[in-house]
């Protein structure tokens, strides 16, 4: 049994030094200053940082990302389509791979704090299965360190794109377990034709499903309800996820409440990006009390839809706190649960809530208490992966892929 000793960290529980023994990738005691320590094989001085989870991105594009490449000068767009199109072009541009684009940013999500992703990669005849291979190639390459979920994702559309029906079914034998959807009238058209296909192919393969849905106002609201309705008559509560939501944003009051209890009576997770604009805000502390599971996620980065996007959890988590109006400390730890405990809870991973027993999933990083930690956005002094060091101020070690156990 390895014996890992992380030393000299503070918990968030006490705020108070303590060293912490990781066995076998779990914590296995928390130790009070001055308390005998046992034989260890590894010492880890944390410096008097403060320990928190390692967090996850719940909704992400690592396909289309422009990392590494240079300065892409972004075309102004009026349409979902005119996005779409766009995005189609640059990525026939890049020079370098999916893999190679998709695996540089995927280490740096390790390097700034995060334990696993949930990545929306396109498939489209214009892309065949590329961007899924691609993908699954770079979450093998860095499986140890960080979890990588494919989604199947038809960003052109499943009725307006003929073909792609038929290519999610094959993404899901390429490295996709989730099937994907978009806005089945804004995009496709046709609300029950999309969802018949979706649901359809989420029973024949058994995969949970996570459809995007940007539309607002009636448009918004026939769909969701749709989704509601169908995610229960299918028996697909818990596996169901709705990306952006926005509709949701639209409402206040009875209709928020009733909407809200519906969703979580579905089972049906919100994935918020804290994307700008104050009409895009998800009002994700009233979700949350009715029972709605929310995650968190960086939606593109650096891509041809928008220039920004950092690949690091601990910054979007400052977002979406700046976003809501946070200003107490369990105002801005809240938005630090879902950033971390609701996106593991997505992606099936144990819960790490720096607790014996739970996974030594964790980083340390230099601020006083959780909050100062989420409105600073230090780099990571350290960061653990089953109580083995993968980063250290912002570079990724040995450790990091050091195994040849890979999830894809």
Known sequence: MATTLLSDVRTTATGRAADVVIEDGTIAAVLAPGAPRPVADEI???????????????????????????????QPAQSLADLIDNDVRVQKQLTRSVAERSGSLLERYVAHGARAVRAHV??????????????AEAAAAIGPALDVEIVAFP????????????????????????????????????????????FGLAAELD?????????????????????????VEAGWQGRMTLGHAFYYADLTGSALADLAAA??????????????G??????????????VRVVLGSDGIRDAWSPFGNADMIDRTHL??????????DEIEACL??????????????????????????????????????????????????????????????????STTTRA
């Not at 026939?222 to 995610?231: K, M, N, S, W, Y």
């Not at 104050?278 to 029972?291: H, I, N, T, Y």
């Not at 979406?320 to 400390?329: I, W």
């Open 44 to 74: 880890v001085d944390g410096g008097g940082g403060l320990l928190l989870p390692t967090l996850v991105d719940g909704h992400c594009h690592p396909d289309k990302t422009t990392w590494g490449e240079p300065w892409l000068s972004r």
């Open 122 to 135: 396109d498939v489209a005849p214009v892309h065949g299965l590329d961007n899924v291979r691609g993908v």
């Open 155 to 198: 960003q052109l559309g499943i009725l307006r794109t003929p073909g792609t029906a038929e290519l999610l079914r094959e993404a899901v034998g390429a490295g996709a377990t989730v099937l994907g959807g978009i806005d089945p009238l804004g995009l496709d058209g046709d609300l029950d034709g999309h969802l018949d296909i979706v």
């Open 207 to 231: 995969v949970d499903l996570d459809i995007h849905l940007h539309d607002t106002g009636e448009t918004g609201r026939l769909q969701v309800e749709a989704v509601l309705r169908r995610t």
């Open 263 to 276: 969703t979580a009576e579905a089972g049906v997770t919100l994935a918020t990006c804290a994307l700008g």
């Open 278 to 291: 104050p009409d895009l805000a998800l009002p994700v502390p009233e979700l949350r009390a009715a029972g």
């Open 320 to 329: 979406l706190a700046y976003q809501l109006g946070a200003a107490t400390d």
């Open 337 to 402: 649960d879902v950033a971390a405990h609701a996106g593991a809870e997505l992606l099936g991973l144990p819960h790490s809530g720096l607790h014996v027993g739970d996974p030594a999933d964790v980083m340390v990083l230099d601020a006083e208490c959780a909050a100062q930690a989420v409105v600073d956005r230090p780099l990571p002094r350290l960061v653990l992966r089953a109580g083995r060091v993968v980063a250290a101020d912002g570079h990724l070690t040995p450790a990091a892929t050091a």
